[in-house]
């Protein structure tokens, strides 16, 4: 299902919403209306290989200014990143049921030119990451970063993508980053 909403300021977004498989994924964009459906699409294929993930997700499709802030505001650093998760939701056992995935459509465009690949492989990349974060992986130390883009990279094999993260060779480690984002009862990564 697809259709365009308005938000408070009056700005046409495109919503794309799917429920499969006993998960729920919306996508929402801002920026790059044309991107929410194919991504959505492929998002939900990509989830379906996970054992945990959350039963509910959306993502946000923005772009630099928008990130910019969510960047300032949750993490305290300046400047557009690729991509926020956060939790919204847990189960007895702790684990996430419902998340939110923000994705910099901008930072995506700039790096699938600078690696030389598509657009859309980048923006799943980013939303998949995202969705590994809400499911439990983490990217903190050395071995788990590892663990975490070589999960990307098969999942994305199996989708026939190919392998991303792995084709950026450019691409390092980020330096770790202390504290965590709150929202409400949430927590979110990066």
Excluded: W
């Amino acid at each position: 299902m697809k259709k365009h909403s308005r938000t408070p300021r009056g700005k046409s977004i495109a919503v794309a919403k799917t429920k499969s498989a006993g998960v729920v994924l919306t996508v929402t964009a801002r920026v790059g209306k044309p991107l929410a459906n194919g991504l959505r699409l492929s998002l939900l294929r990509a989830v379906e290989m996970l054992p945990h993930a959350p039963a509910e997700l959306s993502v946000a499709l923005v772009g630099d200014a928008e990130m910019s802030g969510l960047h300032e505001q949750f993490m305290g650093i300046t400047g557009p990143t690729d991509v926020l998760s956060f939790e919204l939701d847990h189960d007895a056992r702790g684990r996430v049921t419902s998340g939110e995935i923000v994705v910099c459509v901008p930072e995506a465009r700039r790096q699938a030119r600078s690696l030389g690949h598509p657009l859309t492989d980048e923006l799943l990349l980013y939303a998949l990451h995202g969705v590994l974060h809400l499911s439990g992986y983490d990217d903190k130390t050395d071995s788990a970063y590892r663990r975490m883009h070589r999960t990307e990279d098969r999942i994305l094999t199996q989708l026939g993508v190919g392998k991303v993260f792995s084709r950026g060779s450019t691409r390092q480690r980020p330096k770790p980053r202390l504290g965590k984002l709150s929202i409400h009862k949430s927590r979110g990564t990066v």
